[in-house]
């Protein structure tokens, strides 16, 4: 997935950078509303993140301008928390703002929500809890838990197993999953998803009694509770 963070304010825009990166987006930064509104124009991004107060075009205008070609979801950031900004900020076009200063967690808990909305896979993909034998996954607020211990998982390993979930009991391939979590083409050659799929086992599956998540060979993996 691919992000946009447009934000003038130096410090802001590193931060933002380096929390989304962590949480397994590729980002892209620009500083000021000229520029924003150019890589917005030019590329493909499933989402951005406006400031609204922004040298040269601000938010506001800049969403006016993309908004006609573009229906790219827009989460914008105010400093401004007044009811009328918020309104006009809805009305221009923004999906969701966010007053500043806020929550690093609540950023992220609402970008997924936009991105899924934007997905289209509505039923499946809107569900963020999920209960599988004595696994507890939280994809919102990313804490998976199981026989009420805290999974220690990286943002790869969290996303591929939010995958996993979210399609459970289905087979994967390695290329939907490569797709899917690195948001590659898949080629052939690497062993990203085998070592992924490995490590995630180590803290999922190893520890535990009974396995969840299983190598279908020469097809993929599937996790499934397989209780007797
Ligand atoms: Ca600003």
Redesign the pocket.
Known sequence: MKLLVV???AKAAAYLRKGLTEEGYQVEVAHNGVDGLHMASVHDYDLIVL?W??PGIDGLALLAALRQTRAVPVLMLTARGQIDDRVRGLQGGADDYLVKPFAFSELVARIQVLLRRASGARTVAETTQFKVADLEVDTVRRKAMRAGQRLDLSPKEFSLLALLLRRQGHVLSRTEIAEQVWDMNFDSETNVVEVAIRRLRAKLDQPFERPLLHTVRGMGYVLEDRAP
């Open positions: 934000e003038d304010e400031d107060m922004l």
